[in-house]
């Protein structure tokens, strides 16, 4: 149980286009997910907090409007690099917290999303 | 949220106990410590997570001294698929509960 997708798992773009990243959680709810990013040899940076049916929250020093982040379901959420450009290629990580979960704030990461931008 | 220190980078011989140690000097009184571990190019896995004085689970035990300032990840006879990133966490709550990443330690086990 408490499974987490990504889709895709890896894309390769040209610069100036979009690239849409999906978060679902497989086999449980979950009313807050969350999107990282992850540079080579670094650790996770949090960009956002996706909150279903609210708009998300941007840590500081992320262009949400760079960044769209759309949390439709209690199973799905989506993050649109828009107008991508080389610097954002990066590792994105999604992980979602189960609203019946036991263990606190246990948040469970989906696999990543490699994307390259020519 | 609390600050946690760790040590960047650890080796250990496959077959020894490998225990890593956090500091978290400012931790509140409803903060947990949760420990994740991650493989190169993936999302990382929740281990461990405790309050206070010990926790065992069928990977890992936690050790939290009375004070809560720091807490000791140990793994038992570690092998070559045990090096990764380990990262020690203290999400607070009240903010989103988020979680935060520190640097980690890169554990690098040995043959």
């Known amino acids: 149980g408490a499974v987490v997708s990504q889709h895709p798992s890896w894309v390769i773009c040209k610069s100036g286009t979009s690239v849409k990243i999906e978060c679902r959680s497989l086999d449980f709810q979950a009313t807050t997910m969350f999107w990282y990013r992850q540079f080579p040899k670094q650790s996770l940076m949090l960009m956002a907090t996706?909150?279903?049916?609210?708009?998300?929250?941007?840590e500081q020093g992320v262009e949400k409007d760079k960044f769209l982040i759309n949390h439709a379901s209690l199973t799905l959420s989506t993050l649109t690099v828009t107008s991508a450009h080389p610097e954002d290629s990066s590792f994105y990580i999604c992980?979602?917290?189960?609203?019946?979960?036991?263990?606190?704030?246990?948040?469970?990461f989906g696999p990543g999303t490699r994307l390259t931008v020519l | 949220l609390a600050k946690t220190t760790q040590p960047i980078s650890m080796d250990s011989y496959e077959g020894q106990e490998v225990n890593i140690t956090c500091s978290h000097n400012n931790i509140a009184t409803n903060d947990y410590i949760t420990w994740y571990q991650q493989f190169p190019s993936q999302g990382p896995r929740f281990i461990i997570q405790g309050y206070k004085t010990k926790v065992t689970n069928e990977v890992a035990s936690l050790f939290i001294p009375a004070d809560r300032k720091s807490s000791t990840l140990s793994l038992p006879r570690v092998s070559l698929s045990d090096t990764a990133v380990y990262y020690c966490?203290?999400?607070?709550?009240?903010?989103?509960?988020?979680?935060?990443f520190g640097k980690g330690t890169r554990l690098h086990i040995l043959p």
């Open positions: 992980s979602a917290r189960d609203i019946a979960g036991v263990i606190y704030n246990e948040q469970f």
């Open positions: 996706s909150n279903e049916g609210s708009k998300a929250t941007y």
């Open positions: 966490l203290v999400p607070a709550r009240g903010r989103d509960d988020k979680i935060i």
